[in-house]
């Protein structure tokens, strides 16, 4: 959110918070609806920050799930 307030006027900013929603990766596994949604935000996107807890695995399971957007190999 205070990323979003230094920009003012700048670029638009979009917080999305569905991490959770996304099953672990699995390349047999079908796409699921929330997979489909963060693909196509990241498609639209000029840039993508991510943010992530650095404890407790937390980021490994974090990830996991973006392996579904291609954003890590």
């Known amino acids: ?7 003012a006027d700048g670029p638009e900013v979009e917080i999305w918070n569905g991490l959770g929603s996304l099953p672990l990766f699995s390349p047999g596994l079908e ?3 929330s997979v489909l ?8 996107a000029d840039a993508v920050l991510i943010i992530a ?15 579904w957007a291609g ?3």
């Open 53 to 67: 807890p650095e404890y407790a695995q937390r980021a490994g399971r974090a990830q996991e799930r973006l392996r």
């Open 37 to 44: 949604d963060l693909r196509g935000r990241v498609a639209d």
């Open 71 to 73: 954003l890590v190999r």
């Open 1 to 7: 959110m205070q990323a979003a307030a230094l920009l």
């Open 31 to 33: 796409v699921a609806p």
